[in-house]
């Protein structure tokens, strides 16, 4: 077993497990939530403003002068936030697309370390390097002294980045 594999063998697995398993909680309570409800009013939100254009679009053509440049500045106002909202609801499935790849990769993390002993040894390489990149914050060498210095990554506070972002974005 190599020295990072030691290391994560030396870890409490049931805590490391039960952590990747609230930080997902968290997450998906958080953030899941507020993008489907988003979801769920964009559409209503894009109807009533198509709607709005298209009698924006009937009324230009029955009015002249100063009365139209009016209708035209507010077709273009409602136009732009038509866009905006569409743009908004592709970002939000799109989000909601990468939660699930989250969640999926979560539920690995979690499985792998739950039953660390005997799952190490039959992961390929690269499924290794993916196992300690979500355990492992950082490693730091010091040559000189011979020292070796890993720091576990502190899910808790992932969770509360995440929460922070969620809020930012509603």
Same mark, same amino acid.
């Given at each position: ?30 953030w ?6 988003e ?5 209503s939100?894009?109807?009533?403003? #198509?709607?709005?254009?298209? *009698? /924006?679009?009937? !009324? @230009? ?10 209708? %035209? ?5 409602v ?13 939000v ?31 390929? #390489?690269?499924?290794?390097? *993916? /196992?300690?990149? !979500? @355990? ?10 011979g %020292? ?10 992932a969770?509360?980045?995440?929460a ?7």
């Amino acid at each position: 077993m190599s020295g990072l594999g030691f290391l994560l063998g030396c870890l409490p697995h049931s805590w490391i497990g039960a952590t990747c398993s609230l930080v997902w909680n968290l997450l998906a309570d958080v953030w899941t939530c507020r993008l489907l409800d988003e979801r769920r009013e964009l559409p209503s939100k894009i109807a009533a403003l #198509s709607s709005e254009g298209k *009698r /924006l679009v009937e !009324a @230009v053509s029955n009015v002249k002068g100063a009365g139209q440049r009016l209708l %035209d500045a507010k077709l273009q106002e409602v136009g732009e936030q038509l866009g905006r909202l569409e743009a908004r609801l592709r970002e939000v499935e799109h989000r909601l697309s990468l939660l699930d790849g989250c969640e999926l990769e979560a539920e690995w993390v979690s499985r792998c370390l739950a039953d660390f002993n005997r799952v190490w040894d039959t992961l390929s #390489s690269e499924n290794r390097g *993916r /196992l300690i990149r !979500a @355990v492992i914050e950082r490693v730091e060498v010091d040559e000189p002294k011979g %020292d070796v210095r890993t720091f576990i990554a502190n899910l808790g506070a992932a969770t509360e980045v995440i929460a922070s972002a969620a809020g930012a974005s509603s």
